[in-house]
């Protein structure tokens, strides 16, 4: 049993003792603990790295790389509701900064960081692959095209639970 009591419910702590369990001393099963991990938590929690390294026998710098290389992982917990608003040329260009300003003054957080009441998180990227509709954003991964501060409190307030 690791002291992992602060990782999260008492529910999640018990499963993510049993993946630990299930793949004690081995390192090469270090992508799946990860994304047991992951699974369990909704993010990979910091404090889990080295109860992961100790059980597998996976340094924690090994573990940090594969987390911080592949983007199917996260360190950070993910809110409610997960803006990424497009920071690329063409968005940039026309007013993309603008309505990040908007968002992060709405919602009283900067980028990388989540609302008290763990219902936003504002992320940005350098390219949503939507240019035509500069400038972009999605929420939980929805298209918001053609941008504008404007917009912004419409579109938040339109999210009421």
Same mark, same amino acid.
């Given at each position: 049993? @690791?002291? @992992? =009591?602060?990782?999260?419910?008492?529910?999640? =702590?018990?499963?993510?003792?049993?993946?630990?369990?299930e793949y004690k001393g081995s390192p090469d099963n270090v992508m799946v603990v990860l994304q047991k991990t992951q699974g369990i938590f909704g993010y990979? +929690?910091?404090?889990?790295?080295?109860?992961?390294?100790?059980?597998?026998? =996976? +340094?924690e710098s090994k573990i940090y790389g594969i987390i911080t290389f592949y983007s199917q992982f996260t360190l950070t917990p993910k809110a409610k509701y997960n803006i990424d608003i497009c920071l690329g040329t063409a968005c940039f260009v026309l007013g993309a900064n603008d309505v990040l300003e908007k968002i992060k003054t709405k919602l009283g957080v900067d980028v990388g960081e989540m609302t008290s009441d763990?219902?936003?998180?504002?992320?940005? $990227?350098? @390219?949503?692959? @939507? $240019?035509?509709?500069?400038?972009a954003m999605t929420i939980n991964g929805e298209v918001?095209?053609?941008m504008t501060v404007e917009k912004v409190d419409e579109i938040l307030d339109s999210f009421t639970d």
């Open positions: 049993m @690791c002291n @992992c =009591v602060r990782l999260g419910t008492d529910e999640q =702590v018990k499963k993510f003792e049993a993946v630990l369990e990979i +929690p910091e404090l889990s790295v080295k109860q992961i390294s100790e059980s597998i026998h =996976v +340094p763990g219902k936003w998180i504002i992320t940005s $990227c350098r @390219c949503l692959g @939507c $240019c035509g509709l500069a400038p918001y095209g053609k």
